[in-house]
């Protein structure tokens, strides 16, 4: 699994513990309400990660939040 989006593609990463499933889309907003639906419904619920086509870290959302979590641009 590449860490770095294809083809300039968003990537949704959901990290279940014991394995990790991704979703890529063109359309941030559209992973973004994705994975806010399948956290809310999942009976096992993944720690949720957003990254841009370059492979940093949009957002988070971790087995216990509602909502996004936006990474710290500053943070090196």
Do not use: C
């Not at 513990?17 to 009976?43: C, I, P, V, Y």
């Not at 990660?49 to 939040?65: E, R």
């Amino acid at each position: 699994m590449s860490e770095v989006g294809q083809g300039g593609l968003f990537k949704l990463v959901a990290d279940y513990g014991t394995s990790e499933s991704w979703l890529q889309s063109s359309n941030e907003h559209t992973l973004r309400m994705f994975g806010k639906d399948h956290h809310k419904a999942a009976k096992i619920t993944p720690e949720l990660t957003l990254q841009a086509p370059d492979g940093s870290v949009i957002a988070t959302m971790d087995h216990w939040a509602y909502e996004w979590k936006e990474a710290d641009k500053d943070a090196a």
